[in-house]
């Protein structure tokens, strides 16, 4: 059995075209977190003024610190997508706040490719938190020559080990999909479908063929 969470990693030489790529993917998931803010909101102003504010919904993060990532997946059981542009500089984030206490964070990286229940315990203002399922997945692009270089740099850990890896090319002169409008309306709609499917139970599987 596996947790449904998937870490990819766009590889494509510089022009390549990778942005374009990572905007049409995640355009319909910024409009789902868009729509979960804005009801979110809504919801917040219909509240009495000491009744308890409802945690705030995400689906996807830029930029974050591990700790900040505890705070949102402790409101976010379902987990989140963290979107970072630039593998080099997402690696380059893991322990920069904490220069005394090497490879910590991504120890903690390491375990939100897994999921699960974790317990954090903070010393800087003494609190306990406990998140339900400590993962998400992550999305991020590099170049070959980059990769080449970090590959010699990076521990063996298993972090990069973690993507799967979809590698791109150039587009051809006069190369098209003379139905793109249509495959991306049909992904858009599989997006919106897979986020309001609602699990049966604790104990949801899916079964999958040979």
């Known amino acids: 059995q596996q947790s449904a969470r998937l870490w990819v990693l766009n590889i494509a030489p510089s022009g390549g075209g990778k942005s374009p790529i990572r905007q049409a993917m995640l355009h319909q ?18 509240l009495s003024k000491d009744a308890p504010k409802p945690p705030r919904p995400r689906v996807i993060v830029d930029d974050t610190t591990i700790e900040r990532l505890s705070d949102v997946l402790h409101d976010c059981p379902r987990g989140v997508l963290v979107a970072v542009d630039e593998f080099e500089s997402w690696l ?7 220069p005394s206490a090497a ?20 010393v800087t203002n003494s609190r306990s938190l406990f998140v339900q399922n400590f993962g998400v997945s992550v999305m991020s ?14 521990p063996e850990d298993g972090l990069l080990q973690r993507f799967l ?42 079964h999958m063929s040979d």
């Open 165 to 206: 890896v979809a590698v791109g090319r150039r587009q051809i002169d006069g190369e098209r999909v003379a139905n793109m409008a249509q495959l991306g309306d049909a992904f858009n709609e599989t997006l919106r479908r897979i986020y309001n499917a609602r699990h049966r139970g604790d104990d949801s599987r899916v």
């Open 29 to 46: 998931l910024y409009q789902l977190h868009t729509q979960e803010t804005r009801f979110y909101e809504q919801e917040i102003e219909q």
């Open 103 to 122: 490879s910590r964070d991504r120890g903690e990286w390491l375990r939100l490719y897994d999921g699960g229940p974790h317990t954090v315990e903070r």
């Open 92 to 98: 380059g984030t893991l322990d920069r706040y904490r």
């Open 141 to 154: 692009s590099t170049t070959p020559s980059t990769l080449k270089k970090l590959g010699k740099l990076l």
